[in-house]
């Protein structure tokens, strides 16, 4: 299967900064997926981006599927920010299974 | 709100025991995957059906199984528990089963906890 690495694995910010997270991906991947995952525990969807720029809000994402990677930019950071990110991406050898990466771990302090 | 339900939001039980997690996808969603949140293994892909048939499966140990219903709501069953199956359980559901839009919606999870 495909490998997933993510980094940085732990970034700490102060609210208000900007911030650069990266997925790089070991095969080229059909479907990519960014996700939050709250301190509840929640999986919650930010960008379905297989290729190019997307924007929503303060998040941005670009994946370059030719060059196997994605990136998840955050602006103008809030604490409720804080969590943890994990890109997830699908080969079509692998059917409709997502791989999932390490995780960064976000924390945004006031 | 991600459209997908899951029930128990938690569960805890003792080793040895059988339980059985449920999930509800998105309305009109055909496909629903289970993943395993752990902290050793991190998300992982369990098993994926389309449409109440059984289309992959990953890292799912035997005592484990699922099924989905004709009315597409799906569950897993986990036997023989013990203590390393403690764990955040995933549902997500998508539309298409291996298309080139597969987007994947995923439940609150449901977290078991094995004594």
């Known amino acids: 299967g495909i490998q997933v690495e993510q980094s940085p694995p732990d970034l700490i910010l102060q609210e208000g900064a900007n911030s650069t997270l990266r997925c790089n991906f070991s095969d080229s991947v059909n479907n990519l997926q960014w996700f939050h995952q709250n301190p509840w525990g929640q999986l919650i969807n930010l960008f379905y981006?297989?290729?190019g720029t997307k924007q929503n809000g303060r998040l941005s994402a670009t994946t370059v599927a030719t060059e196997r990677y994605s990136l998840l930019y955050i602006s103008s950071s809030q604490t409720t920010d804080s969590g943890v990110y994990f890109c997830?991406?699908?080969?079509?050898?692998?059917?409709?299974?997502?791989?999932f990466g390490e995780g960064t771990q976000l924390t945004v302090n006031p | 709100d991600s459209g997908v339900t899951q029930t128990p939001k938690h569960l805890i039980t003792a080793t040895g025991q059988r339980v059985t997690l449920r999930c509800s996808p998105r309305?009109?969603?055909?496909?629903v995957y289970w993943y395993q949140q752990s902290l050793d293994q991190g998300l992982q892909f369990l098993i994926q059906?389309?449409?109440?048939?059984?289309?992959a499966k990953g890292n799912i140990l035997e005592r484990f199984s699922a099924q989905q219903f004709p009315d597409l709501h799906s569950e897993l069953n986990l036997s023989s528990l013990e203590l390393g199956d403690s764990a955040l359980y995933f549902c997500a559901s998508s539309f298409l089963a291996a298309k080139s839009y597969n987007e994947q919606f995923f439940g609150p999870g449901t977290r078991l906890t094995v004594l």
């Open positions: 981006i297989p290729s």
């Open positions: 997830a991406g699908r080969v079509e050898t692998s059917g409709s299974r997502l791989t």
């Open positions: 309305s009109g969603d055909l496909s």
């Open positions: 059906y389309y449409n109440g048939e059984e289309r």
